[in-house]
């Protein structure tokens, strides 16, 4: 009865209204852009009073990709390591053509300043989480791809422009060392008749049979390169399919010329010379090839001691390795407990196993050196006893000889400069294409700017300037209703 003659009032709407947002917001509008400006100021000074103490960076990325590196080696098999970058040869030479500071301190001062962190992709590391949680240790990850960082103060008198040249001559230095050592021909390769000018007529057997050699090895190593993996074998199949499209030969057909040139060129002249014991002055001949032969001597006796030694060492190892066989069996035999046990003599037995094949290859390479010293003092001593014998004896028709020698020779070198042509133009397309992405940006060089970081701070100034300008704002109109 109560109830009906006093209803209960309805409950008023609580809901905030566009209005009552846009309302307050609208009479503190100068105070909100007030406080904006005034943190947009503040945030933009700080940033710039920090970037004044702050080290600017210069960034790029460098992808490394050539035969071996999927191992961590480099094509000779010698091992990868992306501080190579900055090795001080490096740094020196870039430096040296930028025509910067190639002081000791400035050159330690921009090492310290190169950063290189490799970029290991997200799908590789969920992949080695989970090779580990499966309890498993996972192989050996080398990232092919590293971030180059160049960190100098402010300070350091380089504007942007020079930071940026100096980072891409770095790399630059870099790449034209790894193709100086590993994708070019060797600087002394096709230098014999530089090394021949003004040499007596026997020199020239001595040095181009030697020549001739050295470059059918080369010719060889390049043809018959091979390696343990997969992809290394796919490299050699496409090596020896290589065919030049300068000079449209292979690296066989090359091996052939050399052996051509050597049967019929080479063989031509040193006949003559040999055949007729033929020297500008014979006893000055003697006496060099002697002195030659002291010096062979001194290195055989030499070899022969190192192969003396490693020969004994090799021995060794052998009657050691019996003995860490019988430690094993006797340790087997023997109970142990059930827990971890570090077993020694397998461990002595792997690091004698280990040193055994060391020393197996060392004595292989002594020997080899030992034959090699004998066989060529055994030429020279035919060299020398055919020289003895012309001793004293007048050549016939010596002008008419010298004169073919001669006519000989130029017609050798002119062979032999058109061997050496067609062998560095081979190998030069063959190293493009094998080499030539080796070592490359992915990533263009940059150096970050305070205009970029100015901005950013300013905005977020603003932005948080403006929030608290509205904050007042409600704050005021809720004081206001209140009273």
Partial sequence: MDSAQHPVPEDKDES???????????????????????????????????????????????????????????????????????????????????????????????????????????????????????????????????????????????????????????????????????????????????????????????????????????????????????????????????RSPT?????????????????????????????????RDRSTALVKMDYYLRVLDHQERRASEEESLVRGLLTQSQERSQNYVLGIKSQAASPRSDGPILDQGLVDSLLANDAYNFLVRQTLQAGLRVKQIQSEKARLMQLRENMKSFLGREIVDQVQLFARVNKSLTDLETSYQQLITNIRNTHADFARQQYGDAIRLSAEIQTEGVLKSLAIAGFVGALLGAGLGAAFAFLGAVGRKQA
């Fill in 247 to 279: 000079t449209n030969l292979s690296f066989k057909d090359l091996l052939e010329q050399t052996q051509l040139f050597a049967q019929i060129r080479l063989n031509e002249t040193l006949g003559l010379i040999y055949q007729n014991g033929l020297s």
């Fill in 16 to 242: 905030i209204s566009l209005r009552d947002l846009l309302v307050p917001l609208a009479r503190g509008l100068r105070q909100i852009v007030g406080l904006a400006l005034l943190g947009l100021v503040i945030a933009a000074v700080g940033s710039f009073l920090a970037a004044m103490f702050r080290p600017i960076t210069t960034s790029t990325r460098v992808v490394f990709s050539f035969p071996g590196f999927e191992r961590g080696e480099y094509p000779d098999r010698s091992k990868f390591q992306s501080d190579d970058l900055r090795a001080p040869s490096i740094i020196g030479e870039a430096l040296k053509r930028q025509k910067l500071d190639t002081s000791i301190a400035f050159q330690s001062k921009i090492r310290g300043g190169l950063g290189i962190e490799g970029v290991i992709p997200a799908n590789i590391v969920k992949e080695r989480d989970r090779i580990r949680l499966s309890g498993q240790t996972p192989p050996p990850y080398i990232p092919d791809e590293y971030v180059v960082t160049l960190s100098l103060p402010r300070s350091s008198l380089l504007n942007d422009a020079q930071r940026n040249s100096l980072l891409n001559e770095i790399v630059s230095v870099y790449r034209e060392k790894f193709n100086d050592t590993y994708a070019d021909v060797p600087e002394p390769f096709g230098n014999a008749f530089t090394t021949l000018r003004q040499a007596d007529f026997p020199e020239y057997q001595l040095i181009l049979d030697k020549e001739i050699e050295s470059i059918s090895s080369y010719l060889e190593q390049l043809l018959l390169q091979t390696g343990k993996e997969r992809d290394e074998t796919k490299r050699v199949e496409r090596q020896r399919s290589f």
